[in-house]
């Protein structure tokens, strides 16, 4: 003699106590199936809800990309899914029904950040049903912000120079070969500006390694300091050389330019007893300004700006040399 099983648990309580929504709608729209955590963050009871229309039972908008997936999986049926990265709150759903409250008397609550899977099922009637699953995304949305403002922090720091705090090497020449190529294409100059700390070892071995550094970093602001333009770059280029990029400058205008540097940098007037050419820190500067042509080799320029700042240099340093 056979006993019947009872059974354990009912499947509306499995259901109510998922971390997650589920609504079923019919091929009216009409609601089916409203768990206690759509209940819950929707802040409309199941009884509420239950076989009335699906656009009718909030008092806000529902997103138009949710109601046209809805009709392609009971129309046609095709699942969808609505990732939160394309559709942030399809529905008017809240993360803590007392939070949003209490918010709404000051200001609108914001909705939960949401994922919405669309499955298609046929009930024992062979009636086309829609499933909705709805997840809280908002930690998923946080910890995709944590880790793209942890790969911003390690760009930054990859493209930065550790002391001065600057540009690198490695960023400005990347820099340098995506603006050649973006000015060689639309058309315009580049000025390149080679800048060098004058007796920078001389001054390393009479007052410290330490004292050296201090002076690479304010030397360094003050070189910023002149920049004006967002597309305006400076770089640590070596141990005691800097280099500076600027478009759209004259042959004149990038000779004041080197100038301005020079002269902020004598401005500081910091000491530097083993100085053959004044009792400060002070820096040496070429210059080079052309005409970017589509496929230039920007070694050229580089090259040029070198060149002049040898000139510099040769000529006495503390000086500037301009060429094209």
């Known amino acids: 003699m056979s006993t019947a099983v009872v059974p354990r648990f009912r499947a509306e309580d499995v259901l109510d106590q998922l971390h997650g929504g589920l609504i079923m709608l019919d091929a009216g729209l009409h609601i089916l199936l409203w768990n206690a955590w759509v209940a819950r963050h929707s802040r409309v009871p199941a009884d509420q809800a239950l076989d009335a229309r699906f656009e009718h039972v909030f008092d806000e908008r529902v997103s138009p ?25 399809p529905l008017p759903l809240y993360p803590d029904h007392g939070a949003a409250s209490a918010a709404g008397a000051l200001a609108a609550p914001a909705r939960m950040v949401q994922s919405v899977v669309l ?36 760009k930054r720091q990859v493209g930065t120079d550790g002391l001065t ?31 060098d700390v004058d007796f920078f070892k001389q001054y390393n071995d009479h007052y410290g390694h330490g004292p050296g550094d201090q002076v690479l970093k304010r030397v360094a602001a003050a070189l ?42 004598y401005a500081l007037a910091e000491p530097h007893a083993k100085s053959l050419v004044a009792h400060r820190v002070t820096i040496s500067v070429g210059v ?31 000086k500037v040399v301009a060429t094209d």
């Open 65 to 89: 990309a949710l109601l046209r997936a809805i009709d392609n999986t009971l129309g046609y049926g095709l699942p969808a899914v609505l990732s939160s990265a394309l559709h942030r709150a």
């Open 119 to 154: 499955t298609p099922l046929d009930s024992p009637e062979g009636e086309r049903l829609c499933l909705i699953q709805i997840s809280d995304a908002s930690n998923s949305v946080r910890r995709e912000k944590m880790l793209q403002s942890h790969s911003d922090v390690l």
């Open 165 to 195: 705090g600057i540009h690198n090497r490695r960023h400005f020449d990347e820099h340098y070969a995506q603006t050649l190529q973006r000015v060689g294409k639309t058309g315009g100059t580049l000025s390149l500006f080679m800048v």
């Open 224 to 265: 910023q300091g002149q920049l004006q333009r967002p597309g305006d770059l400076l770089a640590r280029y070596g141990g005691e050389e800097f280099i500076l990029l600027m478009e759209g400058l004259s042959h004149r205008q990038a000779a004041e330019v080197a100038e301005a540097l020079r002269e902020t940098v």
């Open 288 to 318: 080079c300004t052309r005409a970017v042509q589509e496929g230039m080799d920007g070694r050229l320029l580089m090259s040029a700006a070198d060149a002049a700042l040898y000139r510099a240099k040769l000529g006495g340093r503390n």
